[in-house]
């Protein structure tokens, strides 16, 4: 093993997914956040909530 590699792995030390904390936020910078999944469940869940709060079902 050479030198710059060890110098990586000390670095990029993987978390539970796999994934170092800096390769992850770098993965971050490339997809929008809130994402549109994240976007979706909160307005159905307010929408549920808004329902349930004026008589309506969830």
Do not use: F, K, N
């Not at 992850?24 to 910078?29: H, I, K, L, P, S």
């Not at 976007?39 to 969830?58: D, F, K, N, P, Y």
């Amino acid at each position: 093993m050479t030198e710059q590699e060890r110098r990586i792995l000390r670095v990029h030390l993987a978390g539970v997914d796999g994934m170092c904390g800096g390769c992850r936020a770098w993965w971050g910078r490339l997809t929008p956040y809130p994402c549109w999944q994240v976007e979706w469940a909160t307005s159905r869940q307010a929408r549920r909530w808004t329902a349930t709060v004026l008589g309506g079902r969830g």
